[in-house]
């Protein structure tokens, strides 16, 4: 269990949120069915506490029988028979309808419970994809899916346990008592309520005291499975070392704290359950001397003695398991708000209100004056301005941490400009809204991650719903078609947990295509091809030139040598535009660039000397 337990006004907080979903604006068909699941709920609830009444009458015809028979010196078989099986059959028949009453209740409601938790999941991840870069590079995405899934189990069970069971279960309490006041006794009345409320009372309490126990077993339980997960991913790295007993040393101290743990904790429950037996067995002591004193009186009957005590067994079952209950609605509260505290984080990067559509005809790109900071004490742009004429190809180099990359975040407004603005054909993208924004610009990043899913389906991922005839136009483009006809599969073949099945250009060939397929007006390369080898570099340098001609392209690049043929470059040093040109008359400043042009030269003679010796020797 979790130490961070919510407060009671917190936990009202989570229901207060919650409750819309139970009752959504605009649904006539829920809310009928709401309405008809509480009536419902509430004759389940009739018949059940009528069951005994029919139990007692039962025994107590078949009492007056056999006092009948006894004393008359013959039975009389009508009523023996005929008028006992009536109330047996009548007792049978309540107790169906009690348990239909409750499966329709749960037939019913189960649209309006799997609506609530769709919609509430489909809200917390809708939010969750609105939220800024910034958020999601500072949360790990385990957590946060890990925070809706327990959310919506905690949901599931809230509405099963709570809405079903706990408060059903209350509103059966007062009827009883109500029914035993009114039939008998004021007295039988209150100790049955008395009961109930020191037992639930004592069991919420000690559950409460025991919670520590819970919470110090999972804690360890949870150590000692990473500890076991641990060892055995770097399984390599324990044989190198010869450390196999150190790890089962530290396996097994989690399990020993894991063990005392688990101890404390059926030792607690253990006393929760002897108290709980012994509230119940000193109400029904107390309810069933009064009945039996009634029965001596002649004020009561055979058949009451009975129901007294069967109204108390029967609120004692399914309090029997509250204790339980009450940790899971307690941890079910828990996963709630942090489930929905996700809504209370604010969009950095929001739309403005009735935010046009961009209107995207030439496509060029203006920067002017930009300046950003991820964080208010480091500045990375500062003031960089520069143009990307309409379906030309402008490059932007410089050593790492110039600030590159942040350009590219800032174009699909993952980010806000600090200072400055951007235009596409003029328009400022704070301006317009962000989908059609992203509609028009295409980008192939440098580290392409793949779903694990089919490569068909990562082309198609450009444009979902795009025809399989428009899906191997994009392949052939980006020049994988051949690669594609020649696996087993074809274009059906999985490419495994972020593309990890592929080469990093036959990821980049695909990246490529999908990118195409989106048709964008604009064109963003972020270092395609700086963690591919020589060869491959070049075969996706000419994939790239050939698919951004005749295209608005920003090329963001490391390697000098793809952006030898952009119409300008753009060298960046501390985020500030230090050097602006073409390749040639970059090279003749003999500045920054040539600097790195020549750095970079002198790398790439090296590794084609090694690779050379590598081909000699084999």
Known sequence: MSNNQPTARAEFGVVKTFLPYLWPRGEFELKARVVIALLLLFAAK???????????????????????????????????????????????????????????????????????????????????????????????????????????KGIEFLLSFMLFNILPTFLEIFMVSGILWVLYDFWFALITFVTIVIYIAFT????????????????????????????????ETVKYFNNEEHESRRYDHALRGYEVAAVKSQESLSKLNIGQGAIIAVGLVLNMLLAANGVKDGSMTIGDFVLVNTYLLQLYMPLNFLGFVYRQIKQSLTDMERMFSLLDVEKEVEDKKDAPDLVCDQASIRFEDVKFSYNPDRQILKGVSFDVPAGKTVAVVGPSGAGKSTLTRLMFRFYDVSSGRITIDGQDIRDVSQTSLRRSIGIVPQDTVLFNDTIAYNIAYGRPGASDAEITNAAKLASIDRFIAALPEGSKAMVGERG???????????????ML??????????????????????????????????????????????????????????????????HQDLLTQDGLYAEMWAQQQEIREAEEILAHAGEVTT
């Open 204 to 235: 919420l309490i000690v559950t409460e005291w025991r919670m520590k126990f819970r919470r110090e077993m999972n804690q360890r339980d949870d150590e000692a499975n990473t500890k076991a997960i641990d060892s055995l991913i770097n399984y």
């Open 46 to 152: 009739v018949a059940n506490v009528y069951v005994p009444v029919l139990y007692k009458y039962a025994v107590d015809a078949l009492g007056g029988g056999a006092k009948t028979g006894a004393t008359g010196g013959g039975a009389d078989t009508t009523t023996l028979i005929v008028v006992p099986v009536g109330l047996i059959v009548a007792y049978g028949l309540i107790r169906v309808l009690s348990s239909a009453f409750g499966e329709l209740r749960d037939a019913v409601f189960a649209k309006v419970a799997q609506r609530a938790i769709r919609t509430s999941a489909l809200g917390v991840f809708e939010h969750l994809h609105a939220l800024s870069l910034r958020f999601h590079l500072d949360r790990q995405m385990g957590g946060l899916t890990r925070a809706i899934e327990r959310g919506v």
């Open 500 to 514: 990890l099945k592929l080469s990093g250009g036959e990821k980049q060939r695909v990246s490529i295509a999908r």
């Open 517 to 582: 397929l989106k048709r964008p007006k604009v064109m963003i390369f972020d270092e395609a091809t700086s963690a591919l080898d020589t060869r491959t570099e070049k075969d996706i340098q000419q994939a790239l030139r050939d698919v951004s001609r005749g295209h608005t392209t920003l090329m963001i690049a490391h390697r000098l040598s793809t952006v030898i043929d952009a119409d300008e470059i753009i060298v960046l040093r501390e985020g500030q535009v230090a050097e602006r040109g073409r």
